[in-house]
């Protein structure tokens, strides 16, 4: 039923006619490539690949942090949550939009992710169990999702580019509420402090994994920075984000769950233990601790919202007749 395993390395884009030479020219000039441009056929479909991942990735990302609407503790923070939410199902609307100009329909996406055929961010395959993986989220997974998603509006596809603009300008948003839950965890009482670090110890890990394998294993980031679409390696963004997340940490007060973090002084950069790349191939097998509850609840809601779809589609047609 999932198809999450990992590939092996990309050898799609070896295309030597005339058309590819003048296309990889256009990248070189850091030119934009649009819809209606020629492009090898290997870049569309890495192009659509990693955007619909991107948009399911959005869409199941909105099941963690609704599961805390009902539950926030207060008005306003409910209100943050719920606007954070819609956020994210907006994100993913623009991302399928900006796969669809590929050629692709929007109908056989949701029919990949539904079916179980399709990635999606390994990070949405942990739970949320308490008030403090709200914080965490939108501190370090919203802070992560920045840190890939900001190189990504100098994407060399137009339609992709320009929909991460506005998604960051709202993830940017997201992280500050997610860290000033953590700030309000950790300068409140020893048991809300407590809440906060057991979720740091849960997140983090996961976290590191979101920039997806290592360089030597990364089957697409040869080909994908050659193309511009990725500007940094999944490495390279790893350790930036290590390197601002870390001094946020210790200003909450906070201990990381890392025994081997250490400044290097030489490099500046923080180093940071070997990640569990076990536990990050389990869950892209689907074998995560929620891999089944999340496609199990887009499945439910993809099933009642049928009759949304089918009134859309009637109200369209009898517009159309009325035009006519
Ligand atoms: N989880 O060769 P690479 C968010 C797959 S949005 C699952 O290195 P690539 C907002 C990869 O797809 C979070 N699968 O691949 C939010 C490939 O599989 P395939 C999502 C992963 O594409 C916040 C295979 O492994 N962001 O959080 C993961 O060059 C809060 C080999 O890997 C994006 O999608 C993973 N972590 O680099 C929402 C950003 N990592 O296709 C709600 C755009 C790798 O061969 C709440 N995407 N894989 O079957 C990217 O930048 C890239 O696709 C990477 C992976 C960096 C994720």
Not at 31 to 41: L, S, V
Not at 199 to 224: I, K, V
């Amino acid at each position: 039923m999932y198809s999450q395993a990992l590939n092996t390395k990309d050898t799609a884009a070896a295309d030597a006619s005339p058309d590819a030479d003048r296309f990889q020219a256009r990248i070189d000039a850091e030119e934009r490539i649009e819809p209606n441009d020629w492009m090898p056929e290997a870049y569309r479909r890495t192009l659509i690949r990693q955007i619909s991942q991107h948009a399911h990735s959005e869409v199941v990302g909105m099941l963690p942090e609704g599961n805390w609407i009902t539950r926030a503790p207060s008005l306003r923070r409910k209100a943050a949550l719920l606007a954070k939410v819609q956020d994210e199902g907006g994100h993913g609307l623009y991302l399928y939009s900006a796969a669809e100009t590929l050629g692709v329909s929007r109908e056989e996406l949701t029919d990949q992710l539904l079916s179980g055929r399709a990635k999606y961010s390994s990070i949405f395959n942990y739970p949320t169990l308490s008030w403090a993986d709200i914080g965490t989220i939108g501190w370090l997974v919203d802070g992560a999702a920045i840190m890939n998603q900001i190189p990504l509006c100098r994407c060399s596809f137009g339609p992709y580019a320009r929909a991460m603009i506005r998604v960051c300008r709202e993830e940017s948003f997201h992280q500050r509420q997610g860290y000033e839950i953590m700030l309000t965890l950790c300068r409140g009482t020893p048991e809300q402090k407590a809440m906060a670090q057991d979720a740091l110890n849960r997140w983090w890990w996961p976290c590191l994994m979101m920039f997806g394998p290592p360089d030597t294993e990364s089957a697409h980031s040869d080909t994908s920075m050659r193309w511009k679409i990725k500007r940094f390696t999944n490495d390279a963004l790893r350790q930036k984000f290590v390197d601002a997340t870390v001094p946020q940490g210790q200003f909450l007060g906070l201990t990381f769950p890392d025994p081997e973090l250490r400044l290097d002084e030489a490099s500046g950069h923080w180093q940071f233990g070997t990640i569990d790349w076990d536990e990050f191939r389990r869950v892209l097998a689907g074998n995560g601790p929620c891999n089944r509850d999340r496609l199990t609840a887009r499945q439910k809601a993809h099933a009642e919202g049928a009759w949304v779809r089918d009134a859309a589609l009637a109200h369209a047609a009898k517009q159309q007749r009325k035009a006519a």
